[in-house]
């Protein structure tokens, strides 16, 4: 689960499960468990690739796109 940190200027997170988080841009990629003791203290679920008017939406993974071919995964796109 992806969980933004509370405040951009933290660059590592211990989380509950005594596993260890590092990030560059405030994002960590994290288990269900930690991802919620982080929600709980302040974090919030990012926007990644929302809603794209008039554009394509993977099939596969999720991810908005202008173009027809997913740039994340290589999956064909369906229109929205």
Do not use: I, Q, W
Not at 35 to 63: Q, T
Not at 65 to 70: E, G, P, R
């Amino acid at each position: 689960m992806r969980v933004a940190a509370p405040d951009g200027a933290v660059r590592e997170v211990d989380g509950v499960t005594g596993r260890r988080y590092r990030s560059s841009d405030g994002v960590y990629d994290m288990h269900p468990t930690d991802a919620a003791a982080l929600l709980k203290a302040g974090g919030f679920a990012p926007n990644l690739g929302g809603r794209s008017r008039g554009g394509y939406r993977c099939r596969s993974c999720g991810f908005a796109a202008f173009v027809k071919t997913c740039s994340r995964c290589g999956e064909t796109c369906e229109k929205e």
